[in-house]
């Protein structure tokens, strides 16, 4: 009996695809998530072995014969992680990839005042060091309240 002909990579890829996963929630992404059914790393995005591991999404972005340069992520539009499905998938910069998430990053850079209601706007908002935004008139309030309490003609009266 002649030796069985091992699986091949695509084979072994495709085989590891439900393609009648879940409609995504997301407007304007159309058609059902094709769900990787195979490993998943600790943050939920499939794992493929090609002579080392690579991720399923980033994988099925190439085998669709979509360019993806080495700085670029591919970004889930459906926002399924286990979503395999090309037209799922879009090369971004890292930047667009992290503000189109729900993560905390994100949902500060969506905001658009303080958290007293004061607008992020181009005279009340101050750039820190590290390009978080800081509000100037919430900072003014806290300065002008450690001054009266700190200031020794203040404390005895």
């Given at each position: 009996m002649p030796p069985?002909?091992?699986p091949t990579a695509a084979w072994r890829y495709w085989s590891r695809v439900a393609f009648d996963g879940p409609l995504p929630l997301v407007r304007g992404v159309l058609g059902h998530c094709h769900e990787w059914t195979g490993?998943?790393?600790?943050?939920?995005?499939g794992t493929?072995?090609?002579?080392?591991?690579?991720?399923?999404?980033?994988?099925?972005y190439r085998l669709a014969g979509?360019?993806?340069?080495?700085d670029l992520d591919v970004d889930h539009r459906c926002r399924n992680r286990a979503c395999v499905r090309p037209s799922h998938l879009r090369a971004v910069t890292h930047r667009v990839n992290l503000l189109a998430s729900t993560n905390h990053v994100a949902?500060?850079?969506?905001?658009?005042?303080?958290?007293r209601g004061h607008p992020f706007d181009a005279e009340n908002t101050i750039r820190a060091k590290n390009g978080t935004r800081k509000c100037r008139a919430?900072?003014?309030?806290a300065a002008r309240a450690a001054y009266r309490t700190t200031t020794p003609e203040r404390q005895a009266a």
């Open positions: 069985r002909p091992r490993a998943t790393n600790e943050k939920g995005y493929f072995w090609l002579g080392r591991t690579v991720k399923a999404h980033r994988h099925a979509l360019p993806l340069p080495a949902l500060r850079a969506a905001q658009t005042a303080c958290h919430c900072k003014n309030t």
